[in-house]
């Protein structure tokens, strides 16, 4: 059985664009017609830029067209503040890259998820970290503008907190202010446990209904919302199942590779294999997600890491060393 | 010089009906024309009921026409659950007679304020304990809905957090959730140190410009968001000018009435007290205002007697000895 | 190979009695010399209590003398206070049996653990909800002390916070306030998914070195303290290893009991299971603790639960529909 | 009547060494007998430092032998960090002066007051920045403890929420800990709204019953404790009939200096000015403390330049531009 099958009947969705990537490239590192992907090494992270090119990319690859650039770094998840600089000034040369701004452009940053969550509250975190700018143009000196552009911010609560669709807050507020780029900041699922807290991804396609860990129902795109959107967003909790199923390949990979062993390999049913892993995750109706004991400052060190990024990549005239003293 | 004269220069605004309206009578208790005012006593608190009935009330008291209730509680600042949930019931009922609601209405509960500074924390406070059922109402069975209406909540930050006017998040979400009223819940400045977290005022006509603790620039009311707008609030602020004030007045009354002195109280000059005032509070730019120590208490309890009376008030069929399992 | 022993191999302890004696029973429910279990079942919960009776039973058991209760009950994990009101209740009889305590006892509740971190902050939260008494003794008058035992509470942070191991502070502060009896809170690492967040075990024995998430080096018992130690604890972590290993327990299962496959079963060498399992969890160094993604929710709940509980058997005169009002 | 009469009558303590001075010396500026200060200036702040030299210096300024060191800056108030690290760093020159301290010494800082009261927040805030690092000295290798001294943090809490004198639980520390110093970080109270959290006071005689805005009742000092005690403290709260004395002083000054008015001033009996700012402070029971409404934000602003002045004199190791990478 084919581990996006797997997938499938776990009803995991592959949040990261750079996980299904890999898992369609597999082992034998085919290309995929219609997606092109670049790799970058830095001092303390990767940067990876797959780039969805045409339909049969899209069909392939189960997203829409657009680039999608993924910093990997283990160390997001150490705390080493002087570390998490250097990745933020890397992350920051990347969004400079992708994001379509203008000296006078305005940003709506929307920090989404649920703030009591701990798991769920990435987007939240990095709002509050940030600076909101847009009401100092409206009322400041010139001189006090210099090199900034202007940003307002907003974390618009979840469903379950305010029984308003988190799409339908932003919408109307976009209506009213009618700024030129919508960047929002999620919480994703992990397809490893590796990715856990240790991946960043932004994609110019916006967020697509059912990704991130909040259920969303409504798209948050340049189709909903007609202005461009940029997704940024962290892994911070994986499917039980998912442990369980990276177990299960080892333990294959063990059965496959073993001489004495890879006649039970060809004996083992995949759909007893499902039913074992549904079965382990019972308890939470089999739809235990987790997050490492450790989430409270991973989530910190992430949300600094991309507050800083922001303010570096939407404030050309902030000095790298200074940008902290900018931040709440 | 009249106090509010006084009040005038040192730019204090009046943020409860019932302390313009106090002013405006004086000691000698006459009749506003214009304005009515009932009064009911309850075991822990006093309800006053002051209408403005026509436009020579409105200029008078210097707001719009209207209803404004006002509930009076020093036993609000003390750690007693038991009276607070007493003071709910009586303003529940308060509520369920001022509030335009059909069975069928569609509420939106607003907590205006800035979470980050206690004393202006005491809407996103209210919206923290009351629970939104909105979404309940487009996914559940009939069954759930009995008795229960559709609310939903929202904390739009204010202008320095976000870099957007508050009003314009409101005005974008109540043109896409199309409420059939607003509820905003916001912390107010108190005309004397008695009132501060020991008053609950409800008003139907909105916020107005400038009102509240916040620096509001637009209203939030009929006129601005096209549906009724009811304003809850509480005075958690006094501007220390008040206090001086408050002295100054004991000062002046005392030789007024003592034969000795009357001569020394014909002699001062009101311009002189004023000079006086401000330059006390020179070292904070003549805007001090000031809240008790006790301040994260006393929000918490203003804050949840207030959404308490919400959910009875809005939820019909809420059981009075139920509610608090309702809340958050 | 035994699940015991892979425990010892991934270096897993398990916290619960109640584990380690379903361990130890195994599948064919044998009596464990030296040790008792009794069971009740209540409406909404379970309550197993475990009595190590000799030195075979604890030799066996692997843990002190003492009696070992666990209330059981899959509803912490749902938001319905009536039903943790019940829980409750049941659970402050059984304190009220295991409790050593006179009319006039002093009665110290220590909540250890991490208040930064989400799954390590139950004590704390428990600490926070709990209303300590002992300073009204000394200046109040009788009535006031009418059916309330004297009761103060201390969360000491842990060694990573503040520089010193936590029974320092604790022992440094009983030999200060000289309490009669010693109350710990803590958060525990559970031995399977189902347990955790579900699960309250309290303990005669106190605690001992290694137990709990947090790592502590000195044993928290009557042998270090000097007075009797009681410890509260739920499981609010499981090791990445025990998904993975419960997974793994089905498959064998599952080859065991189909005759095709039982082969197989027979061939699988435990040490390779091991060396897989291992592998999964490399990432995060062979210690990935995992916590569901509703950590912050579920951790409320027990704590409340907790602290209402001990308020109900601490305080002989506090009325349990009154219970909530006396928690802060 | 003299102020500090004024004072006395409304149980005012004065918590600022430098206030007490200043009202000692008066207008006049006169030399006090066995007192001696020195003041030096800074970008960003003044310095003065008080010293007791004796018992007559003592009985005059009620209070005990040693120095006292008070920077002030109102720039502490402003959201700076370039400013605030300015200051940080001549605050650490200031400590280094003050603190006993040799190569090898063990360092206990303790954060006095009430976390859940923002004004009293000031220690435990302190804490919560500041890195422990004695637990590292026992098990880390040799290198990784170039240039720092062991330190130790603790919140105990006030009697309010623990039931127990914070005295008492550092005082059990103590005898465990076997610190050589013991640092106390306290909110205090102002003698005048111009130093509300714009003054940080360091003292070489520890705290005494009754400072501070939590009423403690034993001292923490030399004496009790058996360790040199230094405690440093910022005003975060100011009694309301300090303000209404402020304006007081200013009327009578008016009058005094005001030709025509000084027949008023003669006459103006000075119980009867205790009797006003008393019956304007009734409605709190003449104990209303107040506080900045913008006390949030000035809190954690003190609060960082404590620790980070800390980390700077404790460390002698710590490089000034890395020495934010160290806090919390």
Redesign the interface.
Known sequence: MKTSELYNLLGINLDLAVEAHELLRGEAGREIPGVKMDEENYDHSTVKIITILDEQGEQIMGRAKGTYVTLES?ELRVNN??VHKNISEVFAEKLKQILPLNDDSVILVVGLGNW?????SLGPKVVNFSM?????FQYAPQELQQGLR????????V??????ETA??I???????KPDLLICVDALAAG???RINSTIQVATTGINPGSG?GNKRLGINEETMGIPVIAIGVPT?VH?GI??H???E??FN?LQTTP??QH?YA??QPV??N???N???E??GGQ??????????QISFTAKVIATSLALALHPGMPPD?V??YLQ
């Open positions: 283990p503040k002087m009591n969550a701990t798991p769920d909101a700018t847009r009401h100092l202007s940003v307002c911010v907003l974390a618009p609560g469903l379950g907190i305010t029984g308003i339908e807050i919408k109307g507020t976009v209506d009213r202010v490893s446990v590796e860990i909790v039980a442990i369980t990276q177990a299960m080892q333990l063990h004495a062993l039970v004996g083992l007893a294999v039913e074992i892993i079965k382990v995750l308890p939470f235990l997600m987790v997050t490492p004991k450790e989430v409270d400052d200074q902290e003293h």
